[in-house]
């Protein structure tokens, strides 16, 4: 019993993903960037998030706005 629940455990603790990619183009240049994807697991999640926040508002101090993916 108690095995099966380490490898549940295990496997939830390594399960990763990725972020979706944030478009954004800047409307006087027609310029395109992306951040992202970015990977996530359950122990840095909280790093990526803020990459992901850094790299957007990065941008948008350039004048580069949102946009649909």
Not at 19 to 47: E, F, M, V, W
Not at 49 to 58: G, L, S, V
């Amino acid at each position: 019993m108690s095995r099966s629940l380490l490898v549940i455990f295990a496997s939830i603790a390594l399960a990763c993903c990725t972020t979706s990619a944030i478009n954004l183009r800047n409307p006087a240049t027609r310029q395109t960037a992306k951040c992202g994807p970015y990977y996530i697991d359950a122990i840095g999640s909280h790093a990526q998030a803020d990459r992901e926040a850094r790299c957007i508002d990065d941008y948008h101090r350039q004048g580069f706005e949102r946009v649909p993916g």
